[in-house]
């Protein structure tokens, strides 16, 4: 039965033989493919088609992957639940009367559901792993550098990397392994990491592996949450690993500080769609403003909208230092958190998410607790940190996912741990 995870299906055969040959591979709606439609969930991009492949959908076909489709997702990526599309929302395929979560549900729905092998996400703020740990399957946000972003539609640009979702962690490493390395067209991707293999991390050793756990990242969590996860952290004991108390005292400011610089970059990256440069054209017959106007307002979702707003409120003369400055002093604190708690130990673990699986609807009247639920994977992006979510048994049935956190181009540790809690 479909959990309506693709906004579009087709199908696109890469090369004949590559490390992915036979894979099929669904792809974020908000990842520019050549000749098939990309909407970001957006009404604004209902019709555009590219007329090129993102760097990763290239990396994909030459590594033999076939396409399968493009997945549905909150719109321009500002959501946790899917449900911001402008197609309607994708259902969980675990309990269909849950969210899949967000923004790349579509991806890791299709997942979940059998309906692709892979999918690629895109992660601002955790939308590969909150939608992977709320689906059950493993997801990837790779550290800041390491995967092009080329072809990419931006949010968040100093926040975001496209990352694999897969059955398993060997299947994530695999897919991560055909998109990394240097891209000449993103002059943010480094040669670190390019080489490493990926997949051969996954190979569940983690005898002596010290893992550190941020006491600020259980505080909130429902208990049903943190009840798995400490079944989990003995369970990597009993493997061998060392587990100890972390913390991280800027993490309090995360949330805020994430979503004033996500919001800031979002009102000038979607400057853009204007019904000149991207967006249909208006049949207005007023001035360049008041046709501009139209189009945004017929083109943009209520929580686009909003975060364009509030973006341009914080980024205007008088504002800026009271919340943008602010937020990016936040960040610098957490970056020193992180460095310091990354010196104690190899990998850093939290649970994912710290609720369950949202029914359909429950949120969306409070985008205030959607931002919250945010709470445990937005530090990682402020840090450009690598991290996997990976599946860590249920809750009432539902899907509890497990967050590890590595250092700077650390994805092999991350790798490596998560493999052993499968
Ligand atoms: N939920 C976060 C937001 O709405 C993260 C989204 C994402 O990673 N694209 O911004």
């Known amino acids: 039965m479909s959990v309506d995870a693709f906004i579009t299906e087709t199908t ?11 894979l099929t591979v669904a792809v974020k709606d908000n990842i520019s493919t050549e000749g098939v439609r990309t909407t970001c969930g957006s009404e604004m991009l209902a019709d555009y088609v590219p007329p090129y492949d ?47 979560g967000g923004s790349s549900g579509g991806s890791a729905a299709a997942v979940a559901a059998g309906e692709a092998d892979a999918a690629l996400g895109s992660d601002t703020g955790g939308s590969v792993r909150c939608p992977a740990a709320f689906c059950g399957v493993v997801g990837i946000k790779p550290t800041y550098g390491l995967v092009s972003r080329y072809g990419l539609v931006a949010y968040a640009n100093s926040l975001e990397q496209i990352g694999p979702l897969a059955p398993t962690v060997e299947g994530a490493a695999e ?8 891209d000449e067209r993103d002059a943010t991707t480094r040669e670190a990491g390019a080489d490493a293999d990926y997949a051969s991390a996954a190979d569940g050793d ?10 600020e990242l259980i505080e909130g969590a429902d208990d049903r949450v ?13 493997q061998g690993a060392e587990t100890h108390e972390v ?39 007023g001035n360049w403003n008041e046709s501009f106007a139209q189009v945004r307002e017929d083109g943009f979702g209520d929580e686009v909208k909003r975060r364009v707003l509030l973006g341009t409120y914080a980024l205007s003369a008088g504002y800026h230092d009271r919340y943008y400055a602010k937020a990016q002093d936040a960040r610098a604190w957490l970056k020193r958190d992180f460095d310091e708690a990354l010196s104690e130990a190899d990998v850093l673990a939290s649970p ?67 493999s052993a809690v499968e």
């Open 54 to 100: 993102a760097t990763v959908v290239e990396r994909l076909k030459a590594a033999g992957a076939t396409l399968v489709g493009k997945t549905n997702m909150d719109e321009f990526g500002m959501g946790t639940t899917t449900e911001t599309s402008a197609f309607g929302p994708t259902k969980n395929p675990v309990d269909e009367s849950r969210v899949p």
């Open 175 to 182: 897919v991560l392994e055909a998109i990394a390395g240097p």
């Open 247 to 285: 913390s991280l005292p800027s993490v309090e400011r995360a949330v805020q500080a994430y979503y004033v610089i996500a919001m800031s970059e979002a009102s000038s990256n979607l400057a853009r769609f204007d019904g000149v440069r991207y967006g249909p054209e208006s049949d207005v017959e």
């Open 352 to 418: 994912t998410m710290p609720v369950l699986p949202f029914e359909l609807g429950e949120s969306l009247d409070d985008p205030l607790q959607m931002y919250l639920a945010d709470a445990n994977t937005v530090p990682v992006n402020l840090a450009n940190l690598p991290a996997i979510s990976v599946p860590a048994g249920r809750a009432d049935g539902l899907p509890v996912g497990l967050q590890l956190i590595g250092p700077t181009f650390g994805e092999r540790a991350i790798i490596r741990a998560a």
């Open 226 to 238: 943190v009840e798995q996860f400490r079944a989990s952290l003995d369970d990597l004991e009993a």
């Open 206 to 215: 983690v005898d002596g592996l010290s893992i550190g756990v941020p006491t």
């Open 12 to 22: 696109i055969q890469g090369d004949d033989d590559g490390p992915l040959s036979g």
